[in-house]
Every structure is written in structure tokens, then in C-alpha cells.
């Protein structure tokens, strides 16, 4: 039966198209982050991880400082935290985004998703990503305030984090953050986000 659409063109381009239908959900841009907060129990990040703190979304970004490679944590209340990887952290490649940030937390609105409303995104700006053609400026990172409002340094489109990533302003065409998978155990266990 398969063979008979393979000799039809139009039916081959249809079963191409339908088997190749990525969920449009998740971005493709890469990321690979997996971390074990119940080893480091950086409170910080867990803010972002307690699903009774919906609405504290937490950056997170990686730097090597004096040959230590640790990872630093920003929440959207202001408080920053850095951790120093040890054990299998150490030997662990991660890749945050595009350019080294991804933004994660539990939103207020749409939560009752498979994971329960948390979410992880890029933390570039993927309108100026894509005007510019260029993935690794950190000129378009964007900036979090209390109310969960993402807004890019360049263009100064703002972001829902608290809905999806949605766009709050833009212009026709524009897109709402680049989302990842992600996932948690709670505010003191394990976080992973990739893409999909």
C-alpha cells in the first residue's frame, strides 16, 4: 500500500510534510542542561523550581573564573548566586542557548501543560536573531523584571513569561521567545531543559 503513494508525487509531498511536523511548540535552537540542585542547593535557582513561587523565573548562564567552571543564577527579584561545579557537573558539557542563557520558571498562566507550567527559554531575543541573522550577539539578550516581562536591550520588545513567552508588542510577523523543553522535581531537585 505504501508503495502505490511513493509513485504519486502530490501524496508523497503530503506524507512528507505531514510526517515531518516538528511540535512548533519547542524551539529548535540548541540547548542541553541537566543539574542537581539537592548537590548544590543554591536557593537562588530553587526560587524558580518551587512550583509555589509561579511567576520568579531564574537565568541561568555559565562562566569560567580563574580556571573554575561554575554556573550563575539570576532571578527575576534580582538575587544572584553562583555555583562552582564539582563531580560530574565538572566532566558535564552544557549548552545554554545560543549564547550561553536560558531563562527558567513556573508561569502563572497556562498551567496545566504536562509539566505543570514550567517552562525554559531562550534568553535571546528572537526577533532581533532573526532580523540580523546573527545567534551569538549578547546584545540581544532580554532583561527580566518582577512581573515576568522579558524585554530585549536592542529593540525593546517585551515578552509574557508568565504565557508562553508570548510577544506583548511588536509588529507583524514577530515571534515570542524561542521555548524549551523543561522539566523539575521540585525546588531542591533535578532540572533538566533541551531542546526538542
Known amino acids: 500500500m505504501i508503495r502505490k503513494y511513493l ?3 502530490c501524496a508523497l509531498l503530503l506524507l512528507l510534510l505531514c510526517g515531518c511536523t516538528a511540535d512548533s511548540e519547542y524551539s529548535m535552537w540548541p540547548c542541553a542542561f541537566a543539574f542537581d540542585n539537592s548537590i548544590y542547593l543554591d536557593d537562588v535557582l530553587s526560587t524558580a523550581m518551587d512550583a509555589g513561587s509561579r511567576g520568579v523565573f531564574c537565568r541561568i548562564s555559565e562562566e569560567t573564573r580563574q580556571t573554575v567552571r561554575g554556573l550563575n543564577f539570576t532571578n527575576s527579584n534580582g538575587r544572584t548566586s553562583r555555583v562552582e561545579l564539582k563531580g560530574n557537573e565538572m566532566r558535564t558539557t552544557y549548552v545554554l542557548g545560543l549564547n550561553n542563557g536560558i531563562i527558567v ?11 505543570a507550567g514550567f517552562v525554559g527559554y ?10 540580523t541573522n546573527n545567534t551569538v550577539n549578547p546584545n540581544f539578550r532580554v532583561s527580566m ?5 522579558a524585554t530585549c536591550r536592542r529593540c525593546n520588545k517585551r515578552y509574557d513569561l508568565n504565557n508562553g513567552g508570548l510577544i506583548l508588542d511588536g509588529e507583524k510577523g514577530d ?8 522539566k523539575t522535581t521540585g525546588p531542591f531537585g533535578f532540572i533538566r531543559v533541551n531542546r526538542r
Do not use: F, H, M, W
Open 105 to 115: 520558571g513556573y508561569q502563572t498562566l497556562n498551567t496545566d501543560d504536562r509539566n
Open 122 to 131: 531562550d534568553e535571546q531575543c528572537p526577533n532581533c536573531v532573526r532580523n
Open 175 to 182: 515571534k515570542g521567545l524561542e521555548k524549551y523543553e523543561a
Open 7 to 9: 509513485y504519486n508525487p
Open 145 to 149: 523584571s518582577t512581573a515576568g516581562i
